[in-house]
């Protein structure tokens, strides 16, 4: 449904229409829980419910909507849905990737394959790479990999196709949730750049930053940000 929308003007129809679908089968299937989505005006009364499932019908609209050079389509554009519940914050995700035929999710226990090297391979966005990496580069050797959504760059580091991905820039709940479930699920680093822990479910929904990546060098890259000053 949603990749036979692709193309100009039809972002937008995109969007309400996987937004449609999602909120329709969780009103059937959950009646009880709340939802926060990014196509939906927020309703104060996921505050206090105990279920809340935090959606984003079509993150990476941009990508949805734009051709390779080749003339196919970008596939790197995603769909997320995670539950976050008041005893446990995020309890599971699930990000689909509807252009390659792919869904992974918290419960599947995808881990990284390979070694991460002496570089460091960054998850950037193609347009607007964080300015904090210029100087973390500087202490750091990094390998810069362009992609296009939030959800597609935290699944690259699930796969192991890069080691990091950090956004310093600010985001909405719904643009990490369902990303940050699965790297758990998968045994990687999840926090703010500063090393504390990410809070879903809050009044205001915006997360000023982000980092994702393999646990193992999480601590060497938690010293150098503060070092450069990861959250000025």
Not at 15 to 41: F, H, M, Q, T
Not at 54 to 74: C, K, M, N, V
Not at 78 to 93: F, P, T, Y
Request: proline share 6%; charged share 25%; glycine share 10%.
């Amino acid at each position: 449904m949603l990749l036979a929308l692709r193309g100009d003007g039809l972002v937008a129809e995109g969007d309400l229409r996987a937004n449609g679908y999602l909120l329709e089968r969780l009103a059937r299937e959950r009646p009880d829980d709340a939802v926060l989505s990014e196509e939906s005006p927020d309703d104060a009364v996921r505050l206090t419910a105990d279920r809340v499932w935090i959606i984003d019908p079509l993150d990476g609209s941009r990508e949805f909507a734009e051709r390779t050079p080749d003339g196919g389509w970008r596939d790197d554009f995603a769909v997320h849905v995670a539950l976050w519940e008041r005893a446990h914050g995020l309890r599971l995700g699930a990000v689909a990737l509807p252009a390659r035929d792919q869904v992974l999710t918290s419960a599947t226990g995808t881990r990284p394959t390979g070694e991460h090297g002496g570089t460091l391979r960054v998850a950037v966005s193609r347009t607007r790479p964080p300015k904090i990496l210029d100087a973390l580069a500087a202490e750091v050797p990094l390998e810069f990999v362009p992609m296009g959504s939030a959800g597609v760059k935290v699944m690259a580091v699930v796969t192991g196709e890069v080691d990091v991905y950090l956004h310093a820039g600010g985001q909405y709940e719904w643009d990490s949730a369902a990303p940050v479930a699965v790297a758990r699920g998968a045994g990687l680093h999840t926090s703010r750049l500063d090393g504390s822990d990410l809070v879903y479910n809050c009044p205001d929904p915006w997360l000023p930053d982000l980092l994702v990546c393999r646990r193992e060098i999480a601590g060497t890259l938690l010293m150098h940000l503060e070092h450069v000053g990861g959250l000025a």
